[in-house]
């Protein structure tokens, strides 16, 4: 029975699906696992290197496999410079590191830039696709580097995924399932 840890931002939570999310799926489908969800609303890779191994600590088997995935990438795009981006997810990895081999990479999925440049419920904030692409990027290939897996959601979501976006960042119940499968398919190979 493998552990999975799952860190991200409010998609990772699930935000805007009355079922739960993407990981509420995953849940269901690795039925002889345990999943544990810590997405936080509005997470940044600063905020989760500060929480990591307290919340990893607690959550660790020690007779099965524990996996720690890392989703994150959105919020960091629009608060962090890049540079500091990479600096945490190689922090991240080093203390994830600690506790387990295995360790996976969720990249930020697409956004509807018109919607949310600038946000209209925190308007100091604004996101945009083509640094959401640059952080995905860097993402990817910090985990190619450390050998890491690495799930492309800007990549590999369908242009309708956008279609789910009602507020520009978070996925409706379609958005999630779209997330959700991609996921699992990564995973199986």
Not at 100 to 118: C, H, L, M, N, R
């Amino acid at each position: 029975m493998a552990h999975y840890i799952i860190f991200g931002d409010s998609i990772t939570y699930g935000q805007n699906d009355l079922k739960g999310g993407w990981v509420q799926y995953l849940r269901e489908e690795l039925t002889n696992d345990i999943v544990y969800n810590l997405g936080i609303d509005g997470e940044t890779t600063t905020g989760l290197v500060n929480r990591l191994e307290e919340e990893i600590k607690p959550r660790l088997s020690e007779d099965d496999p524990n996996i720690v995935v890392i989703a994150l990438g959105v919020n960091d795009s629009a608060r962090i410079s890049l540079k500091e981006f990479q600096q945490n997810l190689i922090q991240l990895i080093k203390l994830a590191q600690i506790y387990t081999s295995k360790i996976i990479f969720i990249g930020p999925a697409p956004i509807d830039q018109i919607k949310v440049d600038p946000v209209p419920w925190a308007p100091e904030i604004s996101y945009k696709t083509n640094l959401v692409k640059q952080y995905s990027e860097t993402m990817q290939m910090l985990a190619s580097q450390e050998k890491l897996k690495f799930v492309d959601l800007f990549h590999s979501l369908p242009p309708e995924y956008i279609k789910t976006l009602d507020d520009g960042l978070h996925p409706n119940h379609a958005g999630h399932q779209m997330i959700f499968e991609i996921i699992k398919e990564s995973w199986k190979k």
